[in-house]
């Protein structure tokens, strides 16, 4: 039962083949079972399985949803009610929440139980999960391997069959990039689709949660519930939600898929180019157009995205001073340094990097060399789509340019570890959707994936396109070995 899809497990619960309380326990028993993966910074199993009885009541009365009943593994920077919610940092490793962000609301509201949180990177900065306050998360692939990051514990628990189903959030890569290392299905929906509110802020304008699971189908039940327009996020749009599951079937024949050349040159590994380019064949058997399009600005969105993220971060993380939110130091002298050795206790070296990056290029004297050119850079590099998605519906190429790389390889070399965003990040400094799917393995018989950039506000689309190939094909039903 706990190998299903969260769309079987909602016909098998409906039809009263199992409970969400045996579910709930059986994954509860499962994370156990494989700890060692790190997947997981808390658990809290009264909780879940009160959640999942209410469920079982909920589903005796008829009333259920699709999500009534399934439990979902929650990122650990999602504000949950009577919950520790630590952004996988020291500095808030005592913060018990005292209230739903809007996501974990809305999933209460579905009838969805919460499995426990899931490790990160220390407030999403990473790509490796290697900055996490609890420790790094092992690839289920190969031990040996980094799940990618941030939500790279939520990938892992996804991989492992440790949860049906996760949620991550996507500022540069962090959903996109560990789906692609850990072989599952993750989406970030476009800037605004999903509200922001109690989802602890890394940069503001280009953070954005999504779902992580198995199937495009499941990424399309979990997007319906987290979807939605709400007033306590000023960012979030007041835009019709479509019900992403029903035009999951249509035909895409006449898909006219743009191949962006850049993502297809120096630097990308040629066993994953190999997997990318039969994933575009399986396309055009299924009656797809292929174009070649350009994204000329692409090369900048790295040193871009690395003077606006560690802006916007240097600012959000400015609460942490141990008086409104946070670790306080047990001794100082003053107040001030109460804030420096509360401050230097309770952040890790990634995030100090990130603040000190972000505050120099704020500063008077630098602001207009660094931050606001970055600001035009991203304009050029929105334009870039706008012009690509002239001559086609879907842009696709690889998610990251290697599979997935072994723990400690980069730690200490963060342009070699930042790199490993270089075809993810310039989709969110455009705000666009961007997806990845289980296409393969490379020469290391690590997972590939395959990455779907769309119009604004068409994810419907692209999770067309992903559940096409995924009738067609079975890389999505592939799992690691010892954990199948
Ligand atoms: N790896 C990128 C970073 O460290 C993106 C992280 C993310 O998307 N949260 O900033």
Known sequence: MLEKTVAELSVALKAKKVSSVELTQGFLDRISKYRDLNAFISLDPERSLAQARAADARLATGQAGPLTGIPIAQKDIFCADGWLTTCGSKMLSNFVAPYDATVIERFNAAGAVCLGKTNMDEFAMGSSNETSFYGPVKNPWDTQAVPGGSSGGSAAAVAARLAPAATGTDTGGSIRQPAALTGITGIKPSYGRVSRYGMIAFASSLDQGGPMTRTAEDAALLLNAMCGFDVRD???????????????????????????????????????????????????????????????????????????????????????????????????????????????????????????????????????????????????????????????????????????????????????????????????????????????????????????????????????????????????????????
């Open 234 to 484: 000023s960012t979030s749009v007041d835009q019709p939600v479509p019900d992403f599951s029903a035009g999951l079937n249509s035909s895409i024949k006449g898909l006219k898929i743009g191949l962006p050349k850049e993502y297809f040159g120096a630097g990308l590994s040629a066993d994953v180019a190999k997997v990318v380019e039969a994933a575009i064949a399986e396309y055009r058997k299924l009656g797809a157009e292929v174009v070649e399009v350009s994204l000329p600005n692409s090369q900048l969105a790295i040193p871009c995205y690395y003077v606006l993220a560690p802006a916007e971060a240097s600012s959000n993380l400015a609460r942490f001073d141990g008086v409104r939110y946070g670790h306080r130091a047990p001794e100082y002298k003053d107040l001030s340094d109460m804030y420096c050795k509360s401050r230097a206790q309770g952040f890790g070296a990634e995030v100090k990097r990130r603040i000190l990056i972000g505050t120099y290029v704020l500063s008077a004297g630098y602001y207009d060399a660094y931050y606001l050119q970055a600001q035009r850079l991203r304009r050029l590099i929105t334009d870039d789509f706008n012009r690509a998605f002239e001559k086609c519906d879907v842009i696709m190429g690889p998610t990251t340019p290697t599979t997935a790389f072994n723990l400690g390889a980069k730690k200490d070399d963060p342009v070699a570890m930042y790199l490993s965003d270089i075809y993810t990040i310039s989709v969110n400094l455009a705000g666009l959707p961007g997806m990845s799917i289980p296409a393969g393995f490379g020469a290391d018989n690590r997972p590939v994936g395959l990455q779907l950039i769309g119009k604004y506000f068409d994810e419907a689309r692209l999770l067309n396109a992903a559940h096409q190939y995924q009738q067609a094909t079975d890389w999505h039903k592939k799992s690691p070995k010892g954990f199948a």
